[in-house]
């Protein structure tokens, strides 16, 4: 083991930690905060929409899926393996409260569907996206938002924005999609 003191060991030191903050993934850089008005436009007017799926090719048909296109994913900062929001979600969940209560979408239903990196079990991931779901329709909640417009569920791992990179801090999000009426 080498042994350093003094001005060497401070420079040392800061070397070290510089290079650790700028390891892939250890260090994330501040996400932009959507506008409610970007957050309006994603989620616009819902309504059904259908799209096609293809099945893998064992001389089976495509079929049709009625899903709505009508989703926004948002970067709502947590405390680490917890539900507990950090200091600087607030700002992205106004912007989702205005649009929200905007005129344009006050009267629509909405799921808060959490996501989680790979990172942990299965199960673990799956129970700790629920709750911030939750941790996020309380807020919006609060904010005066009928809570009978929205719904939450937790995927934890299971829709992997990255998946070849399922670790990446990118999977961890929080993702509003519209209800189509007809449910």
Known sequence: ?????????????????????????LAQEPQKVLSNEQILQALGQPKAATRSLSLPSRGLARRQASETDQSVNLNIPFE????????????????????????????????????TDAKGSAEYNKQLSLRRAETVKHFLVQKGIDPKRLDTVGYGSEKLLTPDHPEDPGNRRVEIRAIPAAQ
């Open 80 to 115: 680490l393996n917890s539900a507990a929001l950090k200091p600087q979600a607030s700002e992205q969940l106004q912007q989702l409260q205005l649009a929200l209560s905007s005129p344009a979408l006050g009267n629509n239903r909405f799921v808060v569907a959490g996501h």
């Open 1 to 25: 083991m080498i042994e350093i003191s003094g001005r060497a060991s401070f420079f040392a030191a800061t070397l070290i930690c510089a290079s650790l903050l700028s390891w892939p993934g």
